[in-house]
């Protein structure tokens, strides 16, 4: 298709934000969920011409604790789970989301959606994301802020091995059902790799099967028997067809997880207790893993790094933030408990947000409670205090409704 130099707006979003928004621009604007902003992140051409990605975040979100979020997609997705983003604000955590490229709405319509040839070239994509929030390459110095990197699904896969490409850029990772196996197993995952590598290279484009008739998206969109409303030219009910050149990357990826990332930093795998072929539709679906084979997944997690916590959650769907409620309030505790023990907080000093936050940025004054000005004549360390304020207060949190239309 011949590149036009622009974007079409979805007819669904109409009257939320006009078309100048979807534009390649160095300025935040505003996004289509409420209360937030997105920023056009321009990358280098392909050859199906203009690139970019999109960097989301909370509009006029304080610096917070010190403590940078960047959340990934997974395979025909996009950033839409406020809940979450709700979640790591009530920590104090900055939160950010990514759109790669030719998915939601980085997708530009001369583009193949989720097209890719290897999972390498996302990290364009997350190196201008990062650049924004005031990470990588634009750390000229020491890092005064931690960065944590949660990703779903695919999304996971390209997390995971970006933190093993930069290991002194990430500091934890939280990885939600990340497709760390393919669902036949390595066995079978060796058994396919020489036919699909051999057509990616006589028809990169070509289409393959698609496993999912369907289904997941029935128990995901409140269209219908799910809770979360979802955009659906970003999302399709019937998905995107995947290529060839798609599932030869994955192979690539997950043999490379197979072999050891050795990473050095904490990661926590969030999985659903069990798993559910979906051949016809019923209600297991909704509390299950339709996706992915989560044993296989959970076998390979150790293979990660030297301190990976895997906790199987009854009754959790793929994304397992869009569980039934019951499920995600078991899923705070487990992620609230993991970020207590293992993601470092810059405490002391509380750090400023990089960029137009941190200019004349002051951080609140902590008012301690009597027993936290007793800690602190007996010098006891700001973190210590921190974080038993930390533990009351997030065992109160609960987060916000979805976002409907």
């Known amino acids: 298709m011949e590149n036009s130099g622009s974007a079409t707006v979805p007819h669904s979003l109409a009257g939320l934000v006009d078309a100048a928004s979807f534009a390649p621009s160095f300025e935040w604007e505003p996004d289509v969920l409420p209360g937030f902003e997105q920023l056009t992140l321009p990358l280098e051409s392909d050859d199906e011409g203009e690139v970019v990605a999109t960097l989301v975040r909370r509009a006029n979100a304080g610096p917070g604790i010190g403590v940078d979020v960047l959340y990934v997609h997974g395979w025909t997705d996009y950033f839409h789970q406020v809940h979450v983003a709700d979640f790591f604000a ?25 097209y890719i040839t290897s999972l390498r070239t996302y990290g364009s994509d997350i190196n201008a994301a990062l650049a924004a929030m005031g990470h990588g390459e634009a750390v000229t110095g020491p890092r005064e802020r931690t960065l944590v990197i949660m990703g779903h699904s695919t999304g ?29 197993g ?42 979360w409303p979802l955009i659906e030219e970003w999302r399709p009910d019937d998905g995107w067809k995947p290529t060839a050149a798609w599932l030869n990357a994955i192979f690539r990826a997950q043999d490379r997880v197979a072999q050891g990332l050795d990473l050095n930093i904490p990661v926590l795998v969030l999985l659903s207790a069990r798993s559910t072929v979906p051949t016809r539709w019923k209600p ?65 000093p509380l750090a400023t947000r990089a960029g137009d936050y941190a200019r004349g940025y002051q951080p609140p004054a902590l008012e301690p409670s009597s027993d936290e000005a007793e800690a602190e004549t007996n010098n006891e360390p700001l973190s ?22």
């Not at 900055?94 to 530009?108: I, P």
């Not at 995600?328 to 405490?347: C, F, N």
């Not at 210590?384 to 979805?402: H, Q």
């Open 284 to 348: 297991e679906l909704k509390v299950s893993d339709t996706v992915l084979v989560v044993a296989e997944v959970a076998q390979r997690a150790p293979s990660l790094a030297h301190s990976v916590t895997t906790v199987r959650l009854d009754g959790a769907m793929h994304d397992v933030t869009l569980s039934a409620a019951p499920v995600r309030e078991i899923m705070w505790d487990e992620m609230t408990r993991w970020i207590r023990a293992y993601v470092p907080v810059p405490v002391p």
């Open 90 to 114: 009530q920590l104090g955590f900055t939160f950010y989301a990514l759109d790669l490229r030719k998915y939601g709405r980085s997708l530009r319509e001369w583009q193949t959606p989720g």
């Open 384 to 405: 210590n205090r921190f974080w038993e304020a930390f533990g009351r207060s997030s065992r109160k949190f609960r987060p916000s409704e979805p976002w409907r239309n």
């Open 156 to 184: 996971g896969l390209i997390a995971a091995l970006f933190a093993a490409g930069h290991p002194d850029w990430v500091d934890a990772l939280i990885l939600n059902s990340p497709w760390l196996e393919f669902q036949t």
């Open 186 to 227: 390595a066995i079978g995952r060796k058994a396919l790799e020489g036919p699909v590598r051999a057509q990616a290279r006589i028809a990169p484009m070509s289409g393959i099967v698609n496993p999912d008739p369907g289904y997941y998206i029935r128990s995901v969109s409140s269209k219908y028997d799910g809770e």
